[in-house]
């Protein structure tokens, strides 16, 4: 059955016949029945994201209503990726500082630590799980607390799901003020003891660097603690989803899986082109802030732009034969991760954890699960592409 419109379309089996569709015939369109314009092509999805009249969050309501009281919605409020102009500017720089260190940080195994966690849970759990005890590692939450971290975030990433019921939203407001007082106190660890190595003190310096007025000492604690907050909640789901969908890729080809289990270097190749076709994050939003012209079209301010990143990341003008999966692609040209200012920071982050959890799953007896992933279906999101894993347990076939 084909999706009803672009909203149900990321849950849905295959919504990719569909996004051609749209590509095809309607790349910048205005859906009737959603309220909402539609981008689903390459260039006009890059025409949104780059304009300076579209926001991320429409000016009259910068928290949804639903948990705008809440611990959630106070964390919401503090998210650079969730803010335009010189606040998300400074944040941003402080969050891609940290990644790029993390990024040289190259003496840390958590292999076996990965391990341990998967001998103490199924496939299905583990995906979620493992990437947020990962961040939260690297935060330097201790090493303790890290169960109840990776369930609180999920609590509050269920929380901030739109249409999602009121008990829900009232746990992910609870396990917000949990999360924000565990982050806050290693903050003051790190501060305390002039910990040079310290994550969270790392950010803290680079978002309240001399000279920058977008955040003001009071505010700073508040923002640190938001912002690394939001690494754990952009984690959880993405990460997930990247890593779900690249296993589903593998398992359709076992001639694939077996020359990837092999050679597990060729596992960024893998992702690059997981992330073109079958991405985790399929579409974004933006909300014009005054009047504007987009693609010859006249939109008016407070208006809605759906952004099919998952369309344009198959556009037959950007992409040759773009509904073959191809590992050896040489320019994925894929927007995934965004386009322009809110283009996200965690590309390498993403994929780093990715290939560190993929090598450990490959390294165990996945290969004799392969049937269990022939029905494999979606948690119900309005804009991910996160596969609900089997529940299998996995047998490590490493030599400690």
């Not at 579209?54 to 309501?61: I, M």
């Not at 917000?176 to 994550?199: C, D, H, W």
């Not at 732009?305 to 950007?318: E, G, I, P």
Request: net charge negative.
């Amino acid at each position: 059955m084909t999706p009803l419109h672009p909203v149900a379309a990321a849950p849905h089996p295959d919504p990719y016949p569909f996004y051609a569709e749209l590509v095809a015939t309607r790349p910048f369109y205005r859906d009737a029945s959603l309220g909402l314009w539609v981008a689903s092509s390459a260039r006009s999805v890059r025409a949104v994201l780059s304009s300076p009249v579209c926001l991320v969050r429409p000016r009259a309501e910068p928290v949804p209503r639903g948990f705008g009281e809440l611990a959630s919605g106070a964390l919401f409020r503090q998210w650079a990726r969730m803010n335009d102009g010189p606040f998300h500017g400074v944040v941003r720089r402080g969050i891609g500082a940290l990644i790029e260190r993390w990024g040289a940080m190259r003496g840390v195994d958590a292999r076996a630590r990965a391990r341990r966690l998967l001998s103490e849970c199924s496939l299905q759990e583990w995906v979620f799980w493992w990437p947020v005890h990962s961040i939260g590692g690297l935060l330097g939450l201790p090493p303790g607390v890290l169960p109840e971290v990776a369930a609180w975030t999920g609590d509050l990433v269920k929380g901030l799901a739109p249409g999602a019921e009121q008990d829900v939203v009232l746990r992910g407001g609870l396990a917000a003020e949990r999360l924000r007082a565990e982050v806050r106190s290693a903050l003051e660890a790190q501060t305390a003891r002039g910990s040079e190595g310290g994550a969270l003190a790392f950010l803290m310096r680079e978002v309240g660097l001399p000279g920058d007025s977008a955040v003001d000492a009071e505010r700073l604690v508040d923002v640190v603690v938001a912002n690394a907050i939001g690494l754990l909640v952009q984690t959880h789901d993405a990460t997930a989803g990247l890593i779900g969908n690249t296993l589903r890729a593998l398992m359709r080809e076992p001639t694939l899986f077996a020359e990837v289990a092999a050679r597990p270097a060729l596992l960024p190749q893998v992702l690059d082109e997981v992330l073109r076709y079958d991405p985790p994050v399929q579409n974004t939003r933006r909300y014009l802030a005054e009047d504007a012209v987009l693609e010859g079209h006249t939109l008016a301010a407070g208006e809605c732009v759906l952004v099919v990143l998952a369309a344009a990341n198959r556009d037959a003008q950007v992409h040759h034969e773009p509904h073959r999966f191809d590992i050896h692609r040489e320019q994925p040209a894929r927007l995934s991760f965004g386009w322009g200012a809110h283009g996200c920071p965690g590309e390498v982050l993403a994929k780093s954890l990715a290939v560190g959890a993929l090598e450990v799953l490959l390294a165990t007896d996945l290969a004799l699960h392969r049937e269990a992933f022939a029905d494999v279906r979606f948690l119900p999101l309005l804009n991910g592409r996160v596969p609900l894993l089997p529940s299998v347990r996995l047998t490590s076939q490493e030599v400690e």
